[in-house]
């Protein structure tokens, strides 16, 4: 048994390694907004839970909708972080800088007050 666990990990490491090789932006942190705006740009980020969905925007906005009810919001990137403000129909969701991480080629994590606050993970559409 240890044999064949070890000769699936042989196979699937360097596959693993390429795979991360092959990625525009390998897993970690987001440092800058160029490399933050080459991940959005022209994708939804989603959260199917929640029927969340948003884009953002180079020009600094944020719109989508989560549980049918819109979302509109405006963001900035300062000293490394994705700082935002949105409203959800009427309900406003204070500022707060975040930390972005990306997770793997289709997905995002953000971590409010600046990393060390709640996550969420969106997939790139």
């Known amino acids: 048994m240890r044999r064949l666990v070890l000769a699936l990990c042989l196979i699937a490491l ?8 092959g990625l525009a932006n390998p897993p970690g942190p987001v440092r800058d907004k160029a490399t933050f705006l080459a991940l959005v740009q022209d ?11 948003l884009r953002v ?3 600094g906005k944020i719109t ?3 549980l049918g009810w819109g979302i509109s919001g405006n963001w900035s990137w300062q000293d490394g972080y994705f700082c935002r403000d949105i409203d959800w129909s009427g309900y406003v969701v204070p500022f707060n800088c975040q930390l972005v991480e ?3 080629a289709s997905r995002l994590r953000f971590t409010s007050d600046k990393g060390a606050g709640q996550t969420a993970s969106f997939r790139l559409r």
């Open 43 to 53: 994708r939804e980020l989603r959260i199917g839970l929640y029927n969340l969905s």
């Open 102 to 104: 990306v997770i793997d």
């Open 14 to 21: 360097p596959a693993l390694a390429a795979a991360t090789a």
């Open 64 to 66: 989508g909708s989560a």
């Open 57 to 59: 925007t180079p020009d």
